[in-house]
């Protein structure tokens, strides 16, 4: 079934897309890359201007921080992701490791929290491979870090057959799952251990333990991981230590988490 959606929207969230991936561009580089009349993405750029949400420099155009003020809004709407927040530095600062909080969305795993220990001296994930000076807001394929595998158990197996249909299994390293049947049954053995690892799935050299969080109803909020380099992710620490130390957090979180709904229904 062919999903209906506005046209005019569409071509604008493109607009923005594009600026984003490119880091910045000017009208002539926006048309050629959308492949719409020159007037059309004028059209869509002022109007984007002139609301806010895009800023010019010069003959560039780039993302304006109105959407700073969304995207806060969005990861401190629900009080469990506050809640998140703080289990998360707790955590890293009990173990000098980086530790995240990341919540499935658009088919995808999108890092909500993080909290990068001052100490490590293994740069986090994501600033492994990129120049950004923050990766909150940064999107994760789901099956190859640990917090996507740990989100992906917990969803009914038509849910994850959708995901997969739409994303796909793209390989990030050598030791990528790219076969469906093999993840299926690695989300079986999550299933029964209640911990996700991936072990150089990401990023060459990097490790990580994670486990989904829990609502009060059951229903999956995100996955919480822990990650580190590999050689101080080793033997019983790795398959042991941590995820014991992760499942008390996350099982205090969702404690925490279900206190804190019947509150709001007293």
């Known amino acids: 079934m062919t999903k209906q959606t506005a ?6 969230l493109d607009v923005i ?11 002539d580089e926006l048309t050629g890359e959308l492949e719409i009349s020159r007037s059309t993405v004028h059209l869509h750029l002022q109007t984007l201007l002139e609301e806010g949400y895009l800023t010019k420099e010069g003959a560039v155009y780039h993302i304006g921080l109105r959407f700073l003020n969304h995207g806060e809004y969005a990861r401190s ?7 998140a927040k703080r289990t998360v530095a707790e955590l890293s600062d009990r173990i000098d490791e980086e530790v995240e909080f990341v919540v499935e969305n658009d088919n995808r795993g999108i890092l909500v929290h993080e909290s990068f220990h001052p100490d490590s001296h293994f740069p986090s994930k994501e600033r492994h491979i990129s120049t950004a000076p923050s990766s909150a807001g940064i999107y994760y394929y789901l099956h190859c870090v ?9 969803l009914p197996d038509e849910r994850v057959e959708a995901i997969l249909d739409d994303r796909g299994l793209p390989r990030q390293t050598p030791q990528t799952i790219t ?26 050299g990097l490790r990580e333990v994670g486990r989904r969080v829990r609502g009060p109803d059951g229903s999956v909020l995100g996955a919480i991981a822990i990650i580190g380099p590999k050689y101080r992710f080793t033997d019983d620490r790795y398959t042991a230590e941590l995820p014991e130390m992760l499942t008390e957090y996350v099982d205090d979180l969702e404690t925490e988490i279900s206190d804190s709904y019947l509150d709001d229904y007293r």
């Open 146 to 154: 640990a917090t996507g595998k740990a989100i992906l158990a917990e």
């Open 179 to 204: 076969d469906r049947d093999d993840l299926v049954r690695e989300l079986e053995e999550i299933r029964d251990r209640g911990v996700a690892f991936a072990d150089e799935e990401y990023v060459d």
């Open 77 to 83: 709407r629900k009080k469990a992701y506050t809640l």
């Open 7 to 12: 046209k005019t929207t569409q071509r604008s």
């Open 17 to 27: 897309d594009t600026i984003q991936r490119l880091g910045g561009a000017t009208l």
